[in-house]
């Protein structure tokens, strides 16, 4: 009964990865297309995190994050998200990126 469902798991990994994968590009992240579906959920998950520490401190992600991962006026370049480098480890950007985030939430909140 497990085989018959083999393919359609297979399917939605596909899809799901596609998904995550489609949403990091449009941020301007830098993929290889050789990431694992599982390194995708981790910098989807990371960017999330960032996302949420931009937000929490006044941060405008229509500003801070434009087309492409191309931020003409960020709010504050605490909060423009890290682009990943063209032969970067998904480990590494990832660690990047929680630095990143960890910076974001110890700065100082916008005062608007």
């Not at 596609?18 to 949403?23: H, T």
């Not at 401190?57 to 500003?63: Q, R, T």
Request: avoid cysteine; aromatic fraction near 4%; charge should be negative.
């Amino acid at each position: 009964m497990t085989e018959r469902n083999e393919p359609r798991d297979r399917d939605d990994l596909r899809r799901v990865s596609r998904d995550y994968a489609d949403r990091l590009t449009t941020l301007g992240i830098r993929l290889t297309g050789t990431e694992r579906p599982e390194e995708l959920l981790d910098m989807v998950e990371a960017v999330d995190r960032f996302e949420s520490a931009v937000e929490s401190h006044g941060g405008d992600l229509m500003m801070d994050e434009g087309p492409g991962g191309r931020t003409a006026e960020p709010d504050d370049p605490h909060f423009a998200l890290p682009v990943r480098t063209e032969h970067e480890s998904v480990a590494g950007y990832l660690e990047r990126l929680a630095r990143a985030t960890d910076a974001v939430r110890r700065h100082p909140p916008r005062a608007d």
